[in-house]
């Protein structure tokens, strides 16, 4: 059940997220924040020219012979790279899998699409695909998985440093160097940062910038990255580019992985693993998911949402989220949502502090009207409905984790 700590504070929380403050600017969109434009006038030829072929992308996505392209993106802001990124990445079939990894201090709202509609029509398939994700917003990790399209989206909403630190894997093949400009925004080019870069990149990673700052240049240059200056795109003069070259380092990728336990963990991990390219043995005593633990006809998601800002609280908000979007957007569940009563004093005061984190996305307040329509009663001290959950089948799960035949169950 949720914590109900009444000693705890919601100055602090995963759900507690800053969003970006734009307006129009020509045909473009700027930060009030910032005071910077998010792209130029036409930024989608910006977004191809500068960081699709500043990258190479398309041409080195012909020769790879990886199981998943990881791009990583300092400054994800409103998803444009993104956006034309899946547009290049959904021209033909690919035999890997595309991660993105998009790294912002403020998250990306469903309001942001629209605008980005509005200026970039070609992009109406892609945004569409996007919206569908139903992308929750919150600090730390989300990760949104679109199968069928072999694309999984990561993204970490921290303040830059804390957001590259938390990063463990070192296979990035490709960065998009997409802070605002560093006079307005200079936490985002350190020199912290941009080593960090390096240490995250794969052996033949690359990299692109708008920018050409003679510092951030010398920096990228110094962590051991081979940086080219060129023409700039537009109205700039200049921006850079550049390559990491690394002999014989040892690759890091997972081929092959064992689970024991066929039940609904074991079952649900190998189902993702198997769509990673990750080839899965799963071994269960039992020969069917029903005569075991996890047998249960029925199932129901129950969040703990805590109101700290723990590693804890982290864990089991994005682990909730990115469980619901499995059982609603893969195997097809139907979003039901959540009543939390205030049926005690503590009750009560944990749905007031919920409410306190204004995301009315997630959270509502009921009336005694809306009591009386749901459940014909009123009688309720506060209630509070939680908008995200579903109540899955444990045999329809199995059934459908084992039609697609991804990987082999032994008995």
Not at 164 to 177: Q, Y
Not at 179 to 194: H, Q, S
Not at 209 to 221: E, N, P
Not at 283 to 297: C, E, F, H, I, Q
Request: glycine share 6%; with cysteine; charged share 30%.
């Amino acid at each position: 059940m949720p914590q109900h700590n009444s000693n705890l504070k919601v100055n602090d929380h995963p759900l507690k997220v800053e969003h970006h403050k734009t307006t129009l600017d020509g045909g473009s969109i700027a930060s009030k924040d910032y005071e910077d434009r998010y792209f130029q006038d036409n930024g989608f030829d910006e977004s191809k020219e500068v960081y699709i072929d500043g990258n190479n992308l398309e041409e080195r996505w012909e020769s790879f012979t990886g199981s998943c392209f990881t791009v990583g993106e300092l400054g994800f802001g409103l998803g444009l790279n993104f956006l034309t990124t899946m547009h290049c990445w959904l021209k033909k079939e690919r035999p890997f899998d595309l991660d993105y990894i998009g790294i912002d201090k403020k998250i990306l709202e469903k309001r942001n699409l629209v605008l980005l509609e509005e200026a970039f029509p070609n992009l109406k398939k892609e945004i569409n695909i996007f919206k569908e994700c139903d992308v929750v917003g919150h600090n730390g990790f989300e990760c949104i998985s679109i199968p069928h399209l072999k694309i999984r989206l990561i993204l970490v909403t921290e303040d830059i440093q804390k957001a590259i630190n938390d990063i463990c894997i070192s296979n990035i093949d490709a960065w998009f160097l997409d802070g605002f400009d560093p006079k307005k925004n200079p936490e985002m080019w350190t020199e912290d940062v941009l080593k960090a870069v390096f240490d995250l990149s794969s052996s033949d990673s690359s990299f692109s910038s708008f920018t050409s700052v003679g510092r951030i240049r010398r920096a990228l240059l110094e962590n051991g990255f081979e940086v080219k200056k060129v023409p700039g795109f537009g109205t700039k003069r200049h921006r850079i580019v550049g390559r990491k070259f690394e002999e014989n380092k040892k690759s890091n990728e997972i081929k092959k992985i064992a689970i024991l336990g066929a039940g609904l963990s074991g079952s649900n991990l190998a189902f993702n693993l198997a769509n990673s390219n990750i080839e899965v043995d799963i071994y269960d005593a039992l020969d069917d998911l029903s005569k075991g633990s996890s047998g249960g006809p029925i199932a129901s998601m129950y969040p703990k949402f805590s109101l700290d800002n723990s590693p804890r609280s982290k864990f089991l908000i994005a682990s909730y989220f990115f469980s619901l979007n499995f059982y609603i957007k893969t195997l097809g569940f139907e979003n039901t949502g959540l009543l939390f009563y205030g049926s005690d004093e503590t009750k009560d005061k944990w749905i007031s502090k919920i409410l306190t984190l204004k995301r009315d996305d997630l959270f509502e307040l009921l009336s005694d009207d809306d009591l009386e329509d749901l459940l014909g009663v009123s009688q309720i001290k506060k209630s509070s409905a939680c908008k995200k959950r579903t109540i899955p089948s444990t045999i329809r799960i199995k059934k459908e984790i084992t039609r697609a035949s991804l990987y082999k169950n032994h008995t």
